[in-house]
């Protein structure tokens, strides 16, 4: 990854028009949209296996939905940094004002005092208070616990400066000179009677105006190995498959001659296979030789990548002693656990290990860099 000559980074982003936003996955309860962006005349370059950082604006009914819940119009006067800015103003393109942190029914419990709050807070409730924030937004903390006479300055030190969301890269720059591609999981849920949207995805999805602020981000620890002879396994439910479109390109772009095996899995065959096409274009031209996926909603059972793994844990293993490297991206809480611990199983089954050594083993692939994940 390089910075353009004109210093592109988090603080100073380039204006990177939008190419295209498409719906993946029609039909289907989930949406995940791909999206394609200029770098034209940036000097932006970036590596597969890095990330982009893209700045968002909140979105308006959100914002109006949050004055009206504290009793503020929005033409409020306030101090940010050395700005004296309008607080509806501040409240769409500067400060978070969705997401909720324990930090702040700390600080919002010092003005309001509220005993529900000071119970949650206390270190025995850590569980309680998971479950009281997940699906609440700031908004929920003041409808439930209303403040009169708050004054906008107080209400601006509860909020954080809106932050920027990370997004593994779909494209390799050798296949699409001068554009960066994105593969984006558009969050939307309904909780406590109200609907709900991310910040960022929602953004994309329906906000950007012609032009999105960015910048590259990236990540030396998720590399195509550097001779491209090395067999690579790629694991990549739901979103996880972006950084392995960007892989797959790079070596078809690039004639490298090494073996490549993608693990996929989503929800449905026929409206979820992200990239499919491409995926099978990939397999009959060869240059995937392992095409395994897992369709988690098409049968009663679950069926997740970690089983086709298991599945497959014979040639799984005898690709690992050759030398392949094991990559995984998406899910940090569930899934990358799960893929982990089939890896450990088929050492044991295949290799023979017990589950001590399986576990050095998989340490020993850490080490050499044969085991990298991209998770989030
Ligand atoms: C290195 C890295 C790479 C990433 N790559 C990708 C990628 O390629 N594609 C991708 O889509 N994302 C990726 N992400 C995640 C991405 O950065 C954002 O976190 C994601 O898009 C959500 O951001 P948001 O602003 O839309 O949502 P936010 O406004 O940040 O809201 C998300 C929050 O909403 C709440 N929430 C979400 N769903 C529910 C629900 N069903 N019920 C109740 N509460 C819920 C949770 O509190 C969650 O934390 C990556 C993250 C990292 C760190
Ligand atoms: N912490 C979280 O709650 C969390 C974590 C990641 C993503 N998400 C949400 O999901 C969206 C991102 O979607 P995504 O496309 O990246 O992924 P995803 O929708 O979470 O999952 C993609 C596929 O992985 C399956 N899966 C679920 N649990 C798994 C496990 N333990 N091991 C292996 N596979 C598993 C899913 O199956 P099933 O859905 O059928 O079980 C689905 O088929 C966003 O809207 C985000 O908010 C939430």
Known sequence: MSNSPDGHTKENPYHSELLVNRLMTEGSDKETRHFELSLKSSGLEYLPGDSLGVHPLNCQDAVADLLSAIGFSGKEEIELGEDTVLLGDALSTRLACTVLSRMQIKKFNEIAQASQLEDLLKSENKQSLADYLWGRELIDLFLEFPQQGLSASQFASLLRPLAPRLYSIASSLSAH????????????????GRKRQG?????LA????????CYLHGNKNFKLPEDPETPIIMVG???GIAPFRAFVEERLATGAKGKNWLF????????DYLYGEEWEARRKDGILQGLDLAWSRDQEEKVYVQHKMLERGAELWAWLQEGAVFYVCGDAFRMA?????ALRQIACTEGSLSEEDAATWVRSLQREKRYLKDVY
């Open 177 to 192: 000179p001068d554009e960066v591609h994105l593969t984006v999981a558009i969050v939307r849920y309904e909780s406590h």
């Open 237 to 239: 439910p739901g979103t």
């Open 337 to 341: 656990k799960d893929v982990d611990q």
């Open 199 to 203: 910040v960022c995805s929602s953004y």
């Open 264 to 271: 996929f899995g989503d929800r449905s065959h026929a409206h």
């Open 206 to 213: 329906d906000r950007v105006g012609e032009t999105v602020p």
